[in-house]
């Protein structure tokens, strides 16, 4: 078995070096066992939330900003995994998430499920790039668009536990 403070100093190299090392975990675990991937990847979407209203509460958009993008993220993730996406199944042969497939899956998703997902995902690169690494928007600006991205997360928490 492996020792532990080994994996943590393997992962902090990892990611010093940009590596999303939770997501590379949570794709193995997708492999051996995609609904738990899913529940888990929902959970961080959930976490990511509820992060994302804190930093509101501290007056922080830009912080804000990054976690409803990532909660975002995982939501698409989470539902391109449940419908095997031809995305998802790009992210298997590739080994990873990549923006674009990101956007395809949520355009896929959307013609599967209904608009909430396109518009969920729209506000969330909005954010990701107007509000993390622009800096241009305000507090209320973003509570605008995590509106849109908990309406998805609620939407794709019913379709998950269904």
Known sequence: MYDLNDVENVAKELIERGVDVLDVLLSVLEKEDP????????????KYLKECHEYLDKGDPVQASEKAYKAA?????????????????????????????LSRAS??????????????????????VWGFHEGKLSVDHVKVGIKKIERMLEEAK?????
């Open 158 to 162: 019913k379709i998950i536990s269904a």
């Open 73 to 101: 993220e995982e939501v698409v993730k989470a539902l391109a995994a449940k419908f095997r996406t031809a995305e998802y199944n790009e992210t298997l042969r590739e080994g990873r998430w990549y923006t674009y497939l």
């Open 35 to 46: 609904h738990e991937a899913i529940r888990e990847r929902i959970n961080l979407a959930e």
């Open 107 to 128: 355009k896929t998703l959307t013609s599967q499920l209904g608009d909430w997902v396109s518009d969920g995902w729209n506000a969330a690169y909005d954010l990701h």
